[in-house]
């Protein structure tokens, strides 16, 4: 479904990914794993059109979509939940979950895409009418995700989903991206630190300085302590 072959990115003078590879098909939960300014979010915002990559090719579904907009992306079937949690404060949770399916009008019915996310982020429902700023850190976060979800998307970019949350949470927001592979999207999460894998990942990748020093399982991992500074966990 995604294929990253060779990209560089600059932003201004600064060369920030160089000749990043990575791919996830359908069904698959790939991870990208790296320090805190390693490239993760600028691999996933070249993904989705935020940033042109000088060099190399983005592909979904073998079709080019690099240096395409982001609403041409979008509309492609890529949703994005950023690690800030964005949601329109403005507009209720009902409104930011339907959002989406003004964005991308084909596919699945707008009906069933707003119900499959509510499925999956069952609290939301007792929140439908209420702001997206009167929601905690972690109903965000799942709000975040539930819109990306309601795009009806062949690919979903999950940055950081859990960082910042409370230990409580994070258990019933992993249920729920697990609920999300399930129904088959090819989905990339990005984060951290080791321990916000999943357990369920197929793949992972480790990033670092912007490139990609490791591609494999997640287990592949144990016996290499050279990598253990990198994901945050004694290998």
């Not at 073998?62 to 907009?69: N, V």
């Not at 499959?116 to 609290?123: C, E, I, M």
Request: hydrophobic share 45%; aromatic share 6%.
């Amino acid at each position: 479904m995604l294929a990253l072959r060779d990209v560089d990115v600059y932003i201004q003078a600064s060369h920030i990914l160089r000749k990043v590879s990575l791919e996830a098909a359908p069904g698959e939960l790939v991870c990208l794993v790296g320090r805190n300014g390693a490239g993760k979010t600028t691999t996933l915002r070249a993904v989705m059109g935020y940033l042109r990559p000088a060099g190399g090719t983005i592909t979904l579904a073998g079709q080019p979509i690099g240096g395409l907009p982001t609403h041409a992306i979008a509309a492609r079937g890529v949703g994005y939940a950023p690690e800030e949690s964005a949601v329109f404060g403005d507009l209720t949770v009902a409104e930011n979950i339907e959002l989406p399916t003004w964005t991308r009008p084909g596919g699945r019915p707008a009906a069933e895409r707003v119900a499959r996310a509510y499925d999956v982020f069952p609290r939301l429902r007792g929140f439908a009418t209420r702001g997206g700023t009167q929601l905690s850190g972690g109903e965000r976060k799942m709000l975040s995700i539930a819109r990306a979800l309601a795009l009806d998307p062949a690919l979903l970019l999950l940055d950081e989903p859990f960082e910042g949350l409370s230990p409580a949470i994070i258990p019933q927001l992993g249920e729920s991206i697990a609920a999300i592979a399930r129904l088959g999207p090819a989905i990339v999460l990005a984060a951290s630190n080791i321990h916000h894998v999943p357990v369920y990942a197929s793949r992972l990748y480790v990033i670092e300085r912007g490139e990609i020093v490791f591609a494999g399982l997640p287990q592949d991992l144990r016996g290499r302590p050279d990598l253990a500074r990198i994901v945050g966990q004694a290998l």
